[in-house]
């Protein structure tokens, strides 16, 4: 069976992590990407570490399953051989500094003006408009911005999230509105102008604290590990660690002081018996409970939520991730073929029934010059004569 994008071309102008994971996700579902990188170093993100083996971490997993070409865009004729390219793509894609794309008169207006079926992807921080469209964005920045660092850490100090979740949350969108655009060119003919910035991708995302905020004029509190509208949910002791315990509805309740902490006197308790009262009450609710998992060992615990049907965690490390038996045991593992060698990588969350992703190799900087540029037409003395210039490397 083939992948479902199989015959897309997609030239990505791209650097860091919100366009990289797009177009990545793209190319694991069979796209031909084609990254456009600069010819002193690449995308910067090749640089951000050394830690596989001397590539970087991010890079590693960004950008498996693409074909670097290197090109140097300040030179006319590098710019005439990116034109060439994206003449012959279904997807242009770029998240260069803001009005860098325009400059290079490679905006959507101009590029759609030549061939209207043509997928235009501006990625940026903020936007095309709005008095912070020319603002440098990074996830950090963003993030705070958005909002998502007043509700996140413990009550005593804000806390980013551990991972780039502006840039992914950036990513995912693009991701979508990508196969959005392409969906509708097959019933249409006709392509598409999209912007997704990491600024409105977090503010989507903001969710429920937006809500409960606008309607209640309250800043949402940072609660660490708890819920700051559902209790219990929080990591509770036990006897040799931690387990998390989410309780949903007043039902889980009953069965969690009846069935796992042998307290039924609980459920009737008019200070427990609804979510609403178990919130009001929640330093009560949290000393009643750990009281109880403090006495029993986190596999005796979790023994008895699965059994009472009540959902739990362990507060594993990344470390304890890597080793999970669920990954393993659903061969979720796979390996990539690298520049230093083959290495692990997890499979995309959607699985296909018929075909399995493509988790293509990492590619060196500029590996597939030569082969990209042959397709154009230009002979190898051509080639050569261009990267004694330094217009490709």
């Not at 006709?190 to 429920?208: I, K, N, Y």
């Not at 002081?257 to 042998?262: E, F, I, Y």
């Amino acid at each position: 069976m083939t992948l479902p994008l199989e015959g897309f071309t997609v030239v990505s102008l791209e650097q860091a992590v919100a366009a990289p994971l797009a177009t990545r996700h793209l190319a694991d579902q069979g796209a031909r990407v084609i990254k456009v990188e600069r010819v002193d170093g690449g995308d910067f993100a090749r640089a951000y570490d050394t830690t596989v083996r001397g590539m970087a971490s991010h890079f590693v997993w960004l950008n498996r399953g693409k074909e670097s070409v290197a090109l140097n865009l300040k030179d006319d004729e590098g710019l005439r051989l990116l034109r060439e390219l994206i003449a012959r793509a279904d997807v242009f894609l770029q998240n260069l500094a803001p009005g860098a794309a325009a400059r290079l008169g490679l905006d959507a207006p101009a590029l759609r003006g030549e061939r209207p079926e043509l997928v235009v992807v501006d990625m940026s921080g903020y936007g095309s408009s709005g008095p912070y469209r020319d603002r440098r964005a990074y996830d950090l920045l963003v993030q705070s911005e958005a909002g998502l660092v007043s509700i996140t850490g413990t009550p005593d100090a804000p806390a980013k999230t551990g991972i780039p979740t502006a840039d992914i949350a950036a990513g995912m969108y693009a991701y979508s509105g990508v196969l959005s655009a392409l969906l509708r060119r097959t019933r249409t003919g006709e392509g598409a102008h999209l912007e997704v910035s990491m600024f409105d991708a977090v503010a989507e995302w903001m969710g429920h604290p937006l809500y409960l905020s606008a309607h209640t004029g309250q800043q949402p509190p940072r609660t660490g590990l708890s819920h700051p509208i559902i209790a219990p949910y929080d990591a509770y002791p036990t006897a040799d660690g931690e387990v998390l315990i989410g309780i949903q509805n007043d039902r889980g309740w009953v069965r969690l002081v009846k069935d796992v902490l042998g307290r039924p006197e609980l459920a009737e308790d008019p200070d427990f018996a609804t979510n609403v009262a178990r919130v009001r009450n929640r330093s009560r609710v949290d000393a009643a409970v750990a009281e109880g998992t403090a006495t029993m060992t986190s596999e005796e615990l979790v023994r008895r939520l699965d059994a009472a049907g009540i959902a739990s965690a362990k507060l594993n490390m990344v470390g304890e991730l890597i080793a999970h038996p669920q990954l393993s045991e659903r061969d979720r593992w796979r390996e990539v073929a690298t520049p230093v060698g083959p290495i692990s990588a997890v499979l995309p969350p959607v699985t296909f029934g018929d075909v399995e992703a493509r988790m293509g190799a990492v590619p060196a900087l500029g590996e597939h010059t030569d082969g990209v540029l042959t397709e154009l037409g230009l002979s190898a003395q051509a080639l050569e004569s261009l990267r004694a210039r330094g217009i490709v490397a």
